[in-house]
């Protein structure tokens, strides 16, 4: 009885054991996400980023060599760790930031299809700027969402034009016929219109039909 017992445990640890080298093998195998593999070791191609261009003025005055700073993480990548670079505004405040793409399975994983993708992309400000209860960030483009990449939210992020002056936004665009949400958020200094946004201004979110009544 006892042998009997241990041959059982062993059978399924030998199991466990090939189960287990069975996917690391095919992870390497098929690095690319062959569709011929199980769904779960696809590695799907993330879009961290699109291409990203954008200018800032003070003004309406050019801001030459302000530092900004991108952050991207995902929960499918890299333990969310965040990917972060930056780049200077040139002569005539104009700045860029390259695109960024991952390969994760996370989209494939029933534990990770909800994983979410931050963008963050902001300026710090003075410590002599920073007014009580204010964010210590310009904040250009602020977004929280699934790793499907957007085109019609991605021409944004090649329009991230703002003067420091500006009032900090917040958009709701509705996105439901790309098959997403209806109200994804997105914080920015930059002043866009688009005929998928509602725009919202302060704390209490009270909704904003044209810019001109931001002006003090």
Not at 28 to 55: H, I, M, Q, T
Not at 57 to 83: A, C, F, Q, W
Not at 88 to 93: H, I, Q, V
Not at 184 to 210: D, H, M, R, T
Request: aromatic share 16%; charged share 25%.
């Amino acid at each position: 009885m006892l042998n009997s017992l241990l041959d059982k445990y062993r059978y399924l640890l030998l199991l466990t054991v090939s189960l287990f080298l069975f996917v690391i093998i095919f992870s390497y195998a098929y690095p690319e996400g062959d569709d011929a593999v199980f769904g779960f070791l696809k590695r799907y191609e993330v879009e961290l980023s699109a291409p990203v261009k954008g200018r800032i003025t003070h003004n309406g005055i050019p801001v030459s060599g302000m530092e900004i700073v991108r952050e991207l993480s995902y929960g499918g990548y890299d333990k969310g760790e965040p990917v972060i670079d930056y780049a200077l505004t040139d002569t005539n405040g104009e700045f860029s930031f390259n695109e960024v793409k991952v390969k994760s399975n996370a989209p494939g994983n029933i534990f990770g299809q909800d994983a979410r993708l931050r963008q963050e992309i902001y300026i710090k400000k003075d410590l002599d700027e920073i007014k009580d209860g204010e964010d210590k960030y310009y904040w250009l483009w602020f977004i929280s969402k699934n790793w499907t990449s957007v085109p019609y939210l991605n021409q944004y992020l090649m329009q991230l034009n703002a003067d420091l002056q500006n009032k900090e936004l917040q958009y709701e665009v509705d996105l439901t016929q790309f098959g997403l949400r209806s109200s994804q958020p997105i914080a920015s200094i930059c002043y866009w219109e688009g005929e998928l946004f509602s725009v919202y201004y302060g704390e209490n979110l009270e909704e904003i039909k044209s810019f001109d009544d931001l002006k003090d």
